[in-house]
T-cell receptor, first 112, second 113 residues
Framework: GENVEQHPSTLSVQEGDSAVIKCTYS??????FPWYKQELGKGPQLIID?????GEKKDQRIAVTLNKTAKHFSLHITETQPEDSAVYFC???????????FGAGTTVTVRA | GAGVSQSPSNKVTEKGKDVELRCDPI?????LYWYRQSLGQGLEFLIY????????KSGLPSDRFSAERTGGSVSTLTIQRTQQEDSAVYLC???????????FGPGTRLLVL
């Protein structure tokens, strides 16, 4: 089955700086890569996703990049704000897999 | 409803007791998932319902765990004879169909004493 590894496990950044979270996956057939943000006491919320037919996707201050050859994808948050503080999860699946395989999560803290 | 709702939000129980956790998916969503999130861990798949198809129970950790979905809407996850290692956040999610656009509920925080 798919194995997703996520790094770092914790990340502290100064407000206004950028944050980068990296994930690797094992199944070369994986073609869907969502990112979730989980705030304290809440369920994960989808913030952005990318499919394997594109290499990069942006949504305001958030961007995701995908390198299919190396089997890794990354989340980039620019101009971080205190409300970006949360746990972020990456995930991967292939067309026949509805389960989604999740990374272990990254706790992001934005220092004011 | 506007989102996925779960109840109770918190549950404290004694070892050996049975618990029932409820999930109300978004109206019209045919796919429903249960996940378990242990402290500091990622999300562990438990079970998947899609329409009237037989559920995928491959993620259930033991036969103490079971789930059902009545009328293609509300789902109940039951844990019998709870153990301390069952303590976790149990998350429910639903999608219109397929794997994308998964919407999670707020979860039920279960503590087994």
């Amino acid at each position: 089955g798919e194995n997703v590894e996520q790094h770092p496990s914790t990340l502290s950044v100064q407000e206004g700086d950028s944050a980068v979270i990296k994930c690797t996956y094992s199944d070369s057939a994986s073609n869907y890569f969502p990112w979730y943000k989980q705030e304290l006491g809440k369920g994960p919320q989808l913030i952005i996703d990318i499919r394997s037919n594109v290499g990069e996707k942006k949504d305001q201050r958030i961007a995701v990049t995908l390198n299919k050859t190396a089997k890794h994808f990354s989340l980039h948050i620019t101009e971080t704000q205190p409300e970006d503080s949360a746990v972020y999860f990456c995930a991967a699946s292939n067309s026949n897999d509805y389960k989604l395989s999740f990374g272990a999560g990254t706790t992001v803290t934005v220092r004011a | 409803g506007a989102g996925v709702s779960q109840s109770p939000s918190n549950k404290v129980t004694e070892k050996g007791k049975d618990v029932e956790l409820r999930c109300d998916p978004i109206s019209g969503h045919t796919a429903l998932y249960w996940y378990r999130q242990s402290l500091g861990q990622g999300l562990e798949f438990l079970i998947y319902f899609q329409g009237n198809s037989a559920p995928d129970k491959s993620g259930l950790p033991s036969d103490r765990f079971s789930a059902e979905r009545t009328g293609g809407s509300v789902s109940t996850l039951t844990i019998q004879r709870t153990q301390q290692e069952d303590s976790a956040v149990y998350l429910c999610a639903s999608t219109f169909r397929g794997r994308e656009g998964r919407v999670f509920g707020p979860g039920t925080r279960l503590l087994v004493l």
